[in-house]
């Protein structure tokens, strides 16, 4: 009788040590997996910017030359704008993560990473490319996919509080079409500025 005392004790001290690895499995997995979130959203979003500074803001002439509208923000609003909204943006998709994986429900997670890759772009084709009509395509088409991101994750049991940290990149992002649409309609009929194609 003792002996299987013993046993049923080991067994239960056996069953406790593998909850308490797979627990901490399981942190580790969680904190790799914010690490990474992080340095996508945060760390290619100013690999961006870093890259992006001689087509925007006081060191490019180009971008200097265009007329802007009187609600522009100053060009130091910008960076701190965006690192908190790609902070958040983070948080966001590494708490859906944490509750889909990327194989369990992928299509808010794939909707992320196609919306962050139109993120990316936006300067490329504004600002490199001084496509201010195509700029403006992409950054609706962005808009759009936004909206459509924050119905995912609204919809992701346990997870619907996620939603809410997207809410201040729309806002943003509505900002920022308005603001790309007002610079295309004044500088499109201006000589000598390169803005690319206009219909």
């Not at 802007?68 to 690192?83: H, L, M, Q, S, T």
């Not at 088409?141 to 459509?148: A, Y």
Request: charge should be positive.
């Amino acid at each position: 009788y003792q002996r299987r005392v013993r046993a049923s004790e080991m067994s239960k001290v056996r069953l406790i040590d593998k909850m308490r690895t797979k627990r901490r499995k399981d942190i580790l997995i969680d904190v790799a997996g914010l690490v990474g979130f992080l340095v996508l959203c945060m760390g290619g979003g100013g690999i961006i910017g870093a890259i992006m500074t001689k087509d925007f803001g006081s060191d490019s002439e180009w971008y200097s030359s265009l007329k802007k509208p009187c609600f522009n923000p100053p060009d130091e609003v910008f960076a701190p704008v965006w690192a908190i909204l790609y902070f958040l943006m983070a948080i966001a998709a590494w708490a859906v993560w944490t509750k889909t994986g990327f194989t369990k429900r992928p299509a808010p997670l794939i909707v992320f990473f196609l919306q962050l890759i139109l993120n990316f772009a936006w300067p490329l084709i504004f600002g490199t490319a001084r496509e201010i009509f195509a700029g403006f395509v992409e950054i609706v088409i962005l808009l759009v996919v936004i909206i459509i991101l924050i119905f995912l994750f609204n919809s992701v049991k346990g997870r619907r509080w996620t939603h809410i940290l997207l809410l201040p990149y729309l806002a943003w992002v509505t900002f920022a079409s308005v603001l790309n649409w007002n610079m295309y309609k004044l500088n499109r009929d201006r000589p000598g500025i390169d803005i690319g194609y206009v219909p």
